[in-house]
């Protein structure tokens, strides 16, 4: 037999090499040599700090009172844990990139970073948490007393008080070591999370072995372990009702909002390729530390004397069958069990009190001077170390009043009942873009209202606020508000009671106030970012918060917060990021936002937006970005317009290039159409040419006057010949825009004259009367003075030409309009068709069968190209009589000025 | 897979990636199927008498089963991840 003090020196060894472990795990942190630390295994070992020591000892217990019950408060987390998928997923997302330090945190972030759910969800966690870290250090004064109660010398042991307040003292001595040695940017404990797997280990190894030894030790195998049992000790008829869904449904929230497994699944995780692991292997633990449970009930039933506690089997068989080693095996495992909770049970706390309440204190304290003075990170560890103290004061007190009555053995699920009011917040925060903090609140508060007066309360039996009369007959008589019978819904156990009125009112009120209720601005982005986290890019923040705030004060206050070399780190990539080889970056709205998420690691969202809000300002969203968190049926509408503007320049695009295409097949038909025209126009001169060439040559004896007929029409033809050729070269410098071009005041008086000077052979012989107003044509233009008396040229020409009338007469007019000068030619001949009116600018579009000799028809098109590099336009006027040719030229802006003056 | 870039590949992935996720979801209604609901019912009275209760190696087969199936989901998803990775 063990004596009490080989017992103690037992826990010194075993504590002692944890420390080492933690010791080691540190180290290799530090020198960021983790290794096989950061595997999927260290991960669910580290989950299974679910299994306290409630399940170590409880589960028998409770498999000896209930029959099968225990098993539903394993099935709950199994049926997470396998549809990882759904939730933990994007929790273990969420909290990656919004360096989440605790559940409080996440919820407070959640809703706008709102430091009043912040306070709200940690004191609901320390309420509820408080009477279970009692039951640990009850279990742990119980397994004590296991082993001394065999042993003679009892005056040498100390009372049950005494070893609970010591066990206290030295858990949370080891959690303030490895808990708080540091403020990590990520809240990580890698030396803790060692401890807590290598505690797994034992507990699973402990259990296992007390499991093995009474199946095929004390009996011969599962037949006969099972052999005693019958369906009345299984319970199976009464356990498989609401309250076998209840357990299931309180575990399976309780995995997910309890603080400690939320620390240990989302805030300690390191990759989240790790939770696909653990999501088949952390039942698979759960399912051997159930394995057991039943045939070691049995053993202790039958083994041992009426009256033993079921809650000790686990020590209690292997004693009573001589089996020393074995037994502190298995108080080993309770041991572990019981701190590994209590430990991580106390950082995570530690983290939300003093993020969620002593920093939002401090802050409003010092409101004049945070820029300044203060270094954050001792005040953080500070109030760090003095919570965990705390939570295990005050577990301790808890155990020390209400402990040995009967009211520790149901904590457990009423703690559960106390953490499930936070699973409405949670999940609709992170699926339901509508959910709002006031929403959120209402619910929690509603929700634990219920729960504290329906089971928290009554759980006292009369000793806490509510008396035994009360709870019995209602307060003041009103059997109606009886807590376990509310409105007279009796008849139901206690727990699917409390948890039926608590989980309605509090999703009620969740939801409905929802709806009644406006997010904020930052509530509404944080949603979205939340709500959508698998679709927002990871490392750009989807809506960034505009705000300014110098470098200098930003860096002060990362440094305080932070710690100058990780400041000096995160600030200088940040640098490096912006191009800058040297010096603090810009304080831009990306990298404020970044900073206030790397200080939300340490510090928890609400105050890092509290800080940084203190030195940038609250900060303003642009109506635009808001419009793009709005909502998904928004994000839809944004894309598929997108979509349609893309389609629309396309089909513009489209019609462009058809247009362009039809353009390209005209200019192709229309130079093909020149050419012939140019060869046909050639082919006839040089016919007349060669045939009179010929006559010259075969016939020696032609008379001279015949000879120089001829040879006058071969020259005659030439000369068409060679105009011809100048003209089509004339257009295609005009059409290249090749020509070089003169720019002269020049006088339109000057240039009729000219026009009409040129002219006047074509005009002899003919009765043509001109009728012009010297006094209208005294405006001077920009123009090449040559170009232009061409155009006039070939404007009277064609005149003199086509305007054959009884009484020819062309008209020149010369008409200012604004700063534009019109001259009009005009004719009283048959005029041209109205259909004809752009023909007439084509080239070698000669109208009808009168032409004369000379013209190619090219004067009209080379005529417009002119006036168009002059910067004016020449066209047909629609007239009744007559062709009228309209030449708009601008006026010389120098020249006119100089009249007016 | 043969063509791993290919399109019928790159569409073959795809469906396989929403087949695993559609599993993933479902596992768990299958596991809340079996385990609370009243199907639980039918082996409460079957207590056989010899050997263990039926109702326990209900229950533990359930269970077993469930985490045999996460294990295969969960393998199928990390060779995926690798496969997207390399």
Redesign the interface.
Known sequence: MLSWNALIWVCILYVSFLFLIAFWAERRAARGALGWLRSPVVYTLSISVYCTAWTFYGAVGSAARNGLEFVAIYTGPTLVFIGWWWVLRKLVRIGRVQRTTSIADLISSRYGKSPALGVAVTLLAVIATTPYIALQLQSLTLSFSAFSASVEQAEQIPTAGVTAFWIAAGLALFTILFGTRNVDANERHHGVVTAIAVEAVVKLVALLSVGIFVVWGVSSGPADAFSGITAEALRTDEIFGPRWVAITFLSASAIICLPRMFQVTVVENVDERHLATASWAFPLYLFLMCLFVLPIAIAGQTLLPEGANPDLYVLSVPLAEGRNTLALLAFLGGFSSATSMVIVAAIALSTMVSNHIVMPLWLATRQDDTKTSGDVRSVLLLSRRISIGGMLLLGYLYFRFTGGTGALASIGLIAFAGVAQVLPGLIGGIFWRGATKAGALSGLAAGFIVWAYTLFLPSFEGSLLVSAAAIAEGPFGISALRPQALFGLSGFDPLVHSLFWSMAVNIFAFMIVSVLTVPGQLERIQGAQFVDVFRMSEDGPGVVVQRSATSEDLFTLAQRILGPNHAHRLFSAAAMEQGKNSGLPDPTDGFIQQLERELAGSVGAASAHAMVSQIAGGGTVSVTDLMQIADETAQIMTYSQRLERQSRELEETARQLRLANTRLTEISAQKDAFLSQVSHELRTPMTSVRSFAEILRDTPDLDAAHTRRFLKIIHDESERLTRLLDEILDLSFLESGRMSWRRDEVSLTEVIDRALASTEGLRDGTNIVIHRDRASEDVIVTADFDRLAQVFINLLSNAVKYGKADAPEIRIAVTRFGGKVHVDVSDNGPGIPMHDSERVFEKFARLGEITLAGGAGLGLPISREIIHNLGGSLDLLPVPVGATFRVTLPVSETASLSARA | MDDPGGDSGLAERQHRQRRL?DA??L???V??FF??S?V??I???S?GG????A??VY??SV??G??????L??RS??RQ?THEDG
Not at chain 2, 50 to 53: D, I, N, Q
Not at chain 2, 66 to 71: D, E, G, Q, R
């Open positions: 996720q993933a979801l596992l768990p209604l596991g809340a385990l609370i009243p639980i019912l082996f409460r009275d207590s010899e050997g263990v209760p109702v326990v229950l533990f269970w077993l469930l985490i045999v199936a996460a294990a989901l969960s998803f990390l991840d």
